[in-house]
């Protein structure tokens, strides 16, 4: 459920982190996900994970904007997550605030106290009148083509 990336500090036009006094702040461009930093000074870590199972994606309906809560194979999917990862060093958990993503970061963060940014532009897209149809019912592929 969570990839691995590193991306070199030098390349400022795609991954930046800065500090202003104490606080630690976070600028990507791109990739929106956990960041890890590890030990050496010139990689970052970058972990993707994606939101745990829902209803609709057993049933292969479209969810884009629609916020749908994860099921509990999506909990447990998530659980799991927390787990594999606990031994990582995570800095900032960035999230979409729709619910299943919500609740994943949520259980992945849970006995951590790692600060979760929530952020709209990495939201589902919106698919209007599409969403909640079962992607049978059109011609999903098509669609994204």
Not at 58 to 75: F, M, R, Y
Not at 117 to 124: A, G, K, M, P, V
């Amino acid at each position: 459920m969570f990839s691995r990336f590193r991306q070199w500090r030098g390349k400022r036009d795609e991954c930046e982190i800065f500090s202003k006094s104490s606080t630690k702040e976070y600028k990507i461009f791109g990739i929106y996900c956990i960041i890890e930093k590890k030990r050496r000074k010139d990689i970052m870590s970058i972990l993707i994970t994606r939101h745990g199972q829902t209803d609709w994606n057993l049933e292969h309906k479209v969810q884009g904007k629609a916020d749908i809560d994860l099921n509990e194979t999506g909990k447990k999917q998530a659980e799991e997550t927390r787990e594999k990862l606990w031994n990582e060093k995570i800095d900032l958990i960035i999230c979409s605030p729709l619910k299943r993503a919500k609740q994943t970061a949520e259980m992945i963060n849970q006995g951590r106290n790692i600060p979760i940014l929530y952020d709209n532009r990495i939201s589902e897209r919106d698919f209007g009148e599409l969403e909640g149809k079962r992607q049978e019912e059109f011609d999903f592929r098509g669609f994204w083509s």
